[in-house]
């Protein structure tokens, strides 16, 4: 695929990391298929106003997860009325779970690069959880996708590359928070984030009378990170082929003559 300007491409798909260019992880794992998003568009009026709504959530999930951090860090907070419920359900999570942060400072938002396969991101936080060191990853969306397998194997393998031996991890979590007001008859569920009310589920002939706004967490432990790490690889081989066009052109990417 091209793009008109290279230095567009390369700060929406990579980072600079010790005098390389290499593509983010979350860029790589945008090459997967989303039939969800898909169906999502489809049902909307028009493809503007899609992206639309779509920012007005980015922008409320952007909220939720920097007070999450704030927290995480030990900060005390006053959260927006906007997202306290979903912050209480960060509050209830926590308090279920023996969670610690060795370094906040170097273990919130790290920035970590694979050497050996040269791509670089950010994950959320480095925590220990009952005793266990791991990856954990903050999600404010209505499910726990595919991608967030490769994306959290990604993180994992690129930390214990350059990890101290004493600090490698073993463990990769996903903790969503979100909120909405709940049918107290049929069970259909009404969310706001997107600026625009939103029901599903439930029975759809239900008058509806809904309940306070609440917020819940799913905490969801993933294993198999052998095999999710070698779908990432695949899926950055993947991305590699089809943006090989740009990547030619960025002289200081480390793959850059397996393209020449």
């Given at each position: 695929?091209?793009?008109?300007?290279?230095?567009?491409?390369?700060?929406?798909?990579?980072?600079?990391?010790?005098?390389?260019?290499?593509?983010?992880?979350?860029?790589?794992?945008?090459?997967?298929?989303?039939?969800?998003?898909?169906?999502?568009?489809?049902?909307?009026?028009?493809?503007?106003?899609?992206?639309?709504?779509?920012?007005?959530?980015?922008?409320?999930?952007?909220?939720?997860?920097?007070?999450?951090?704030?927290?995480?860090k030990g900060e005390e907070i006053e959260p927006d009325a906007q997202i306290a419920p979903s912050i209480q359900a960060f509050h209830d999570w926590f308090s279920q779970y023996n969670v610690s942060i060795l370094d906040p400072d170097q273990d919130i938002e790290r920035m970590i690069f694979d050497p050996e396969n040269y791509y670089?991101?950010?994950?959320?936080?480095?925590?220990?959880?009952?005793?266990?060191?791991?990856?954990?990853?903050?999600?404010?969306?209505?499910?726990?996708?595919?991608?967030?397998?490769?994306?959290?194997?990604?993180?994992?393998?690129?930390?214990?590359?350059?990890?101290?031996?004493?600090?490698?991890?073993?463990?990769?979590?996903?903790?969503?928070?979100?909120?909405?007001?709940?049918?107290?008859?049929?069970?259909?569920?009404?969310?706001?984030?997107?600026?625009?009310?939103?029901?599903?589920?439930?029975?759809?002939?239900?008058?509806?009378?809904?309940?306070?706004?609440?917020?819940?967490?799913?905490?969801?432990?993933?294993?198999?990170?052998?095999?999710?790490?070698?779908?990432?690889?695949?899926?950055?081989?993947?991305?590699?082929?089809?943006?090989?066009?740009?990547?030619?052109?960025?002289?200081?990417?480390?793959?850059?003559?397996?393209?020449?």
């Amino acid at each position: 695929m091209q793009y008109n300007n290279i230095d567009w491409f390369k700060s929406k798909h990579g980072h600079e990391v010790g005098g390389f260019w290499v593509p983010r992880v979350t860029a790589i794992t945008d090459i997967i298929n989303k039939p969800a998003l898909l169906k999502y568009y489809a049902q909307q009026e028009s493809f503007e106003a899609a992206q639309a709504l779509l920012r007005n959530s980015a922008n409320w999930g952007t909220k939720t997860h920097a007070a999450v951090e704030q927290l995480l860090k030990g900060e005390e907070i006053e959260p927006d009325a906007q997202i306290a419920p979903s912050i209480q359900a960060f509050h209830d999570w926590f308090s279920q779970y023996n969670v610690s942060i060795l370094d906040p400072d170097q273990d919130i938002e790290r920035m970590i690069f694979d050497p050996e396969n040269y791509y670089s991101g950010r994950m959320d936080a480095l925590v220990e959880i009952n005793g266990e060191l791991g990856i954990l990853d903050i999600k404010t969306g209505t499910g726990i996708w595919e991608e967030y397998y490769l994306q959290t194997a990604a993180y994992l393998n690129a930390y214990n590359k350059t990890a101290p031996s004493q600090r490698i991890a073993n463990k990769r979590w996903i903790l969503r928070i979100e909120q909405y007001k709940e049918c107290v008859s049929c069970g259909a569920k009404k969310r706001g984030k997107s600026g625009t009310d939103v029901i599903k589920g439930g029975n759809p002939y239900c008058t509806h009378q809904f309940s306070p706004e609440k917020g819940i967490f799913e905490f969801k432990d993933l294993e198999d990170n052998e095999n999710d790490i070698k779908a990432f690889l695949n899926a950055q081989e993947l991305w590699e082929w089809y943006n090989q066009d740009n990547l030619r052109k960025i002289k200081n990417y480390p793959k850059k003559l397996k393209y020449e």
